[in-house]
Structures are given as structure tokens and as C-alpha cells.
């Protein structure tokens, strides 16, 4: 099983970006995804978490309204739209899959890719 993040990148503070979590070696769609981010000193950080067929998604505090999760489980792919950001978002940006779709725990990370947000 593998994680692999992309789309991050430099952006300047009221940008956007689109991350991706490419999932392979699973023997199904049947899993939850979500992304966390981690910041400079800081705790790990809950920032959306999607359902396997993407009827369930569920944000972070302040993320709902700039932040949408979704997945194309043909490209076994789940993206992050990341919209209006702030110097505040600048984190490394980690995927990782739930297999028991109930959000309490995450069995598979990515390595992360890193966002930096310029002000």
C-alpha cells in the first residue's frame, strides 16, 4: 500500500492550490481518506476526511468554506482544493487512509508535500 502527495509548492497568501493523495496496493476502493498538515513546532492537524465513495466529508476547524475534499476513485485519487490561503496554512500536508472508514484511526501515510504561503 502507498501514499503519495503532490501539488505542493510556493503560493502567495490569497492563493490556491490543488493537492493530490495517489493511493495504490489497496484491494479496494472500500476507504476513507484524510489529510492533515503539520506546521513548524506545531501538532499534527485534522484538515478534511472524505468517505470511500465520497458521500461523507468532513473539515477541520476554520477549513470548511476555503477547503473542499474529493476523490475520483477511477484515478484512485483524492484531491484537496485549497482556496483564499493564508500565511497560516504553511505546513507539510499528509494523506493517510482509514481503513475502517470510521475516522478514529489511519492505518497508511504519505510522506507529505510541503506548502509554503508567502504573505
Known amino acids: 500500500v502507498q501514499l503519495v502527495e503532490s501539488g505542493g509548492g510556493l503560493v502567495q497568501a490569497g492563493g490556491s492550490l490543488r493537492l493530490s493523495c495517489a493511493a495504490s496496493?489497496?484491494?479496494?476502493?472500500?476507504?476513507?481518506i484524510g489529510w492533515f498538515r503539520q506546521a513548524p513546532g506545531k501538532e499534527r492537524e485534522f484538515v478534511a476526511s472524505?468517505?470511500?465513495?465520497?458521500?461523507?466529508?468532513h473539515y477541520g476547524d476554520s477549513k470548511k468554506g476555503r477547503f473542499t475534499i474529493s476523490r475520483d476513485n477511477a484515478k484512485n485519487t483524492v484531491y484537496l482544493q485549497m482556496n483564499s490561503l493564508h500565511p497560516e496554512d504553511t505546513a507539510v500536508y499528509y494523506c493517510?487512509?482509514?481503513?475502517?472508514?470510521?475516522?478514529?484511526?489511519?492505518?497508511?501515510w504519505g510522506q507529505g508535500t510541503q506548502v509554503p504561503v508567502s504573505s
Open positions: 472524505i468517505s470511500w465513495n465520497g458521500g461523507y466529508t
Open positions: 496496493g489497496f484491494t479496494s476502493d472500500d476507504y476513507a
Open positions: 493517510a487512509a482509514d481503513l475502517a472508514g470510521n475516522g478514529f484511526s489511519y492505518d497508511y
